[in-house]
């Protein structure tokens, strides 16, 4: 389980990229579709930290 946690982790980190390339590519035809690509690009690393903020929790009280 953990190791798919890991993985969905990481898979945030390349949607974010994907989007904010999706936002720079468009910035010149559609300013409106680039807003909404950079809001989530940044909700995608916010769920990448706090995906892994959680499995190190889970982590740490598997441990004890």
């Known amino acids: 389980m953990l190791k798919a946690l890991k993985i969905f982790q990481y898979a945030y980190i ?3 990229v994907l989007f904010a390339w999706d936002a ?3 910035w010149s035809v559609d300013r409106n579709r680039s807003y909404i690509s950079i809001l989530f690009a940044a909700l995608a690393v916010f769920m990448f930290f706090f995906r892994r903020r959680f499995r190190n929790k889970f982590q740490d009280r598997d441990k004890s």
């Open 24 to 26: 720079i590519t468009n």
């Open 14 to 16: 390349i949607f974010a």
